[in-house]
T-cell receptor
Framework: KNQVEQSPQSLIILEGKNCTLQCNYTVSPFSNLRWYKQDTGRGPVSLTIMTFSENTKSNGRYTATLDADTKQSSLHITASQLSDSASYICVVSDRGSTLGRLYFGRGTQLTVWP | EADIYQTPRYLVIGTGKKITLECSQTMGHDKMYWYQQDPGMELHLIHYSYGVNSTEKGDLSSESTVSRIRTEHFPLTLESARPSHTSQYLC???????????????FGAGSRLTVL
């Protein structure tokens, strides 16, 4: 069964600190992996998208890594800000059919305290 | 600035009422989607459309219906709302082949529905 598991479920850090969020998946055959940020009461917004051949991709203070062999991805946030408080969702797409299904994780709820 | 708009943002209604959640996008995207999201849970696809006059049911069984008469408009309708329909409904769109490949979903802000 194709699944996307995220950890931790929730995380509290102090402003200015770094943190790393994890995503493990069993989706096969793999097409790409995306990280979304969802602020409370809003829709998800894309942060990064990574294909099979990409190991690292950065978007400002956000850096995503992908290990396609172990089927793991991480999202590292550097020098956290209060505005980073949100749910971070990992989404994996397969390429097993023309539809190309998306598999969503349940998200990691990050809270940044001043 | 979001180019996909959902209305209403919040709706509280009684059981048995008919409701329509509106979704419009100004990006000219072919593909549009409706997702249902409950707190702490993953998004579930309930409907999608590849273009005008094309609609399909998603993975999650839903009593709602959708229509796609215009490219930019993808409303979702519940004929008779029940408390079990209480949830957050997210509309999204993407260009090209949408749900596959590298195309990125653009989400609306969501419609939070509460059925009493």
């Amino acid at each position: 069964k194709n699944q996307v598991e995220q950890s931790p479920q929730s995380l509290i850090i102090l402003e200015g600190k770094n943190c790393t969020l994890q995503c493990n998946y069993t989706v096969s055959p793999f097409s790409n992996l995306r990280w979304y940020k969802q602020d409370t009461g809003r829709g998800p917004v894309s942060l990064t998208i990574m294909t099979f051949s990409e190991n690292t991709k950065s978007n400002g203070r956000y850096t995503a890594t992908l290990d396609a062999d172990t089927k793991q991805s991480s999202l590292h946030i550097t020098a956290s800000q209060l505005s980073d408080s949100a749910s971070y969702i990992c989404v994996v797409s397969d390429r097993g059919s023309t539809l190309g299904r998306l598999y969503f994780g349940r998200g990691t709820q990050l809270t940044v305290w001043p | 600035e979001a180019d996909i708009y959902q209305t209403p943002r919040y709706l509280v209604i009684g059981t048995g009422k008919k409701i329509t959640l509106e979704c419009s996008q100004t990006m000219g995207h072919d593909k549009m989607y409706w997702y249902q999201q409950d707190p702490g849970m993953e998004l579930h696809l309930i409907h999608y459309s590849y273009g005008v006059n094309s609609t399909e049911k998603g993975d999650l069984s839903s009593e709602s219906t959708v229509s796609r008469i215009r490219t930019e408009h993808f409303p979702l309708t519940l004929e008779s709302a029940r408390p079990s329909h209480t949830s957050q409904y997210l509309c999204a769109s993407s260009e090209g082949t949408g749900n596959s490949g590298a195309n990125v979903l653009t989400f609306g802000a969501g419609s939070r529905l509460t059925v009493l």
